[in-house]
T-cell receptor, first 114, second 112 residues
Framework: GAVVSQHPSWVICKSGTSVKIECRSL??????MFWYRQFPKQSLMLMAT?????????EQGVEKDKFLINHASLTLSTLTVTSAHPEDSSFYIC??????????FGPGTRLLVL | SQKIEQNSEALNIQEGKTATLTCNYT??????LQWYRQDPGRGPVFLLL?????KEKRKERLKVTFDTTLKQSLFHITASQPADSATYLC???????????FGGGTRLMVKP
């Protein structure tokens, strides 16, 4: 159990366009999901905490107007990168909290902005 | 400032040996600590969780220790196999907020 999926697994887009990434908990409900970003050979950096039914909490330095998060149900959170630029190219990973302690991670979404 | 440090250099060991990875932290009082495995281009996979009041946790060939005095956790893989080759991440949780802070990870290479 404890499967988290992400869609798409990879995306290439032109600079200035918006990209939506979905994160789903497939076999459990998650009131809290997290979004991370990982650059090559670096560790995961927390971007924001997504809470079902309320506004996301963003980490310092993360622009909330650029990275829109919606957690509309207990099994789905979405991250939209608005007006993407090449510097937004990265590996985006979500996680969902189960059992109050353990985070289960999605497989990640590779974003390349040209 | 708060820091979580893992050896950034890759750890190369021979198959069958025990791999030991280190996670040190400063200026933290974590409620619990977790270890994850990450393969290239994939999300982290949860391995073990150890709480602040626990000294040791085991799961099959894995063992984790947690020394809150030394502010250190050790992660052991016994009878290592080439399939164990991956990057291993430690992550700390300060309180019930579930927020994880990750170390930089250590890449383990097990040679046949």
């Amino acid at each position: 159990g404890a499967v988290v999926s992400q869609h798409p697994s990879w995306v290439i887009c032109k600079s200035g366009t918006s990209v939506k990434i979905e994160c789903r908990s497939l076999d459990f409900q998650a009131t809290t999901m997290f979004w991370y970003r990982q650059f090559p050979k670096q560790s995961l950096m927390l971007m924001a905490t997504s809470n079902e039914g309320s506004k996301a909490t963003y980490e310092q330095g993360v622009e909330k107007d650029k990275f829109l998060i919606n957690h509309a149900s207990l099994t789905l959170s979405t991250l939209t990168v608005t007006s993407a630029h090449p510097e937004d190219s990265s590996f985006y990973i979500c996680s969902a909290v189960r059992d109050q302690e353990t985070q289960y991670f999605g497989p990640g979404t590779r974003l390349l902005v040209l | 400032s708060q820091k979580i440090e893992q050896n950034s250099e890759a750890l190369n060991i021979q198959e069958g040996k025990t791999a030991t990875l280190t996670c040190n932290y400063t200026n933290y009082s974590p409620a619990y600590l977790q270890w994850y495995r990450q393969d290239p281009g994939r999300g982290p996979v949860f391995l073990l969780l150890i709480r602040e009041n626990e000294k040791e946790k085991r799961k099959e060939r894995l063992k984790v220790t947690f020394d809150t005095t030394l502010k250190q956790s050790l992660f052991h893989i016994t009878a290592s196999q080439p399939a164990d080759s991956a990057t291993y991440l430690c992550a700390l949780v300060k309180n019930a907020g579930n927020m994880l802070t990750f170390g930089g990870g250590t890449r383990l290479m097990v040679k046949p």
